[in-house]
């Protein structure tokens, strides 16, 4: 969150819609920001902020309703785009992160950090498909909506996300030079 505040510009009275997040990430920041939180329906845990002032919207990333193009100060989403389905459902969901915002910040997984986010495994999108396919079959008997989070999920590439966000910049996160994750903004 500090790269976040630094390279955004984030200060206080700022409105940021964050599409898929939870309260917790927001209470290291600084500044007394007017957060909206959108969350598929039963997804966001409710709680106040001594610190924010917070408004909880439930409704779908990929099309928001009820606010006009570049409504707010900055739009930020972390580890949300690989969830939402299918290229075109990652498109949209691009598009609705560029027409809300004025600003945005999108960050999303590499496939090159050699434990995978979502189930731990070892270079998981290295492996085989048929052994991929194999984990997940056994997973499933024991953790049905956990392996079906993991086998839904999409790691993106950075030139998908050139392609989805022409205008932005793009670095990767890294740990010990390793790239962990892709992050995408545009100021």
Sequence with gaps: MRSYVAIMGIADGMSILDLGGQLEIWESVPYRLNLSILNKPGI???STSKQHEITY???DGCNVEGYGD???DTVFSNSVIEHVGAADKRARFA???RRLGRSYWVQTPTKWFPIEAHC???F???YPAILRYWFIQRWRKKLPAWTSMVEETTVLSKSELRQLFPEATIFAETILGIP???IVYFR
């Design 120 to 122: 731990g495994m070892p």
């Design 124 to 126: 998981w999108w290295f």
């Design 70 to 72: 570049r409504h707010f």
């Design 57 to 59: 919207i439930e409704g």
């Design 95 to 97: 598009s609705e992160v």
């Design 180 to 182: 962990k994750s892709w």
């Design 44 to 46: 966001a845990i409710r």
